[in-house]
T-cell receptor
Framework: ETGVTQTPRHLVMGMTNKKSLKCEQH?????MYWYKQSAKKPLELMFV???????ENNSVPSRFSPECPNSSHLFLHLHTLQPEDSALYLC??????????????FGPGTRLTVL | GENVGLHLPTLSVQEGDNSIINCAYS??????FIWYKQESGKGPQFIID?????DKRQGQRVTVLLNKTVKHLSLQIAATQPGDSAVYFC???????????FGQGTRLTINP
């Protein structure tokens, strides 16, 4: 176990549904990330949060809405998704600050299927 | 599983042999490099990292080599075991940028 948990592990939803993915890190880190991993592309960074503040949105469509209520929890709210949004959504966390670039630790992912 | 649709480089080795997985990076300003292992149905798992002030680092059964001149990174796995079967990713980072840039991955298959 990496100390990063994600729920649910699997999710099937219709295009009109609203659902949320949850991530929790138990590592005391101050930064959290959402990535998308699909069958047709390498790992894609979606959002970055530092100290609960969003610092990067990598041109992600507005049907994906992140929320970071505190440094340990990260959500990804999903609304009106498309079938091409089906992918593995990975959460990661790291400790940032000072001169160090620290490793990102990943959760197991949520396998999302959009019908 | 993940990356099935990608044309991933594949490496097949006999159990017990050593494996060498290679990665080229493009940003000469990158100063921190990580190798991840991703097994089917799981998230990427940290294996080993190296900073640009080093050219070699060893872990348990793994060694990472960094050649900054040609911007090349390699992961050596000694005495490969069935549990080493996975997709291996390299990732690079530039100090202060916080953003990891991932390679496309190499699928390692172990033959009994």
């Amino acid at each position: 176990e990496t100390g990063v948990t994600q729920t649910p592990r699997h999710l099937v939803m219709g295009m009109t549904n609203k659902k949320s993915l949850k991530c929790e890190q138990h590592l005391g880190h101050n930064a959290m990330y959402w990535y998308k991993q699909s069958a047709k592309k390498p790992l894609e960074l979606m959002f970055v949060y530092n100290f609960k503040e969003q610092t990067e949105n990598n041109s992600v469509p507005s049907r994906f809405s992140p929320e970071c209520p505190n440094s340990s929890h990260l959500f990804l709210h999903l609304h009106t998704l498309q079938p091409e949004d089906s992918a593995l959504y990975l959460c990661a966390s790291s400790q940032v600050g000072g001169l160090r670039s620290d490793t990102q630790y990943f959760g197991p992912g949520t396998r999302l299927t959009v019908l | 599983g993940e990356n099935v649709g990608l044309h991933l480089p594949t490496l097949s080795v006999q159990e017990g042999d050593n494996s060498i997985i290679n990665c080229a990076y493009s940003n000469s300003a990158s100063d921190y490099f990580i190798w991840y292992k991703q097994e089917s149905g799981k998230g990427p798992q940290f294996i080993i990292d190296i900073r640009s002030n080093m050219d070699k680092r060893q872990g348990q059964r793994v060694t990472v080599l960094l050649n900054k001149t040609v911007k090349h990174l390699s992961l050596q796995i000694a005495a490969t075991q069935p549990g080493d079967s996975a997709v291996y990713f390299c990732a690079e980072n530039t100090q202060g940028a916080q953003k990891l840039v991932f390679g496309q991955g190499t699928r390692l298959t172990i033959n009994p």
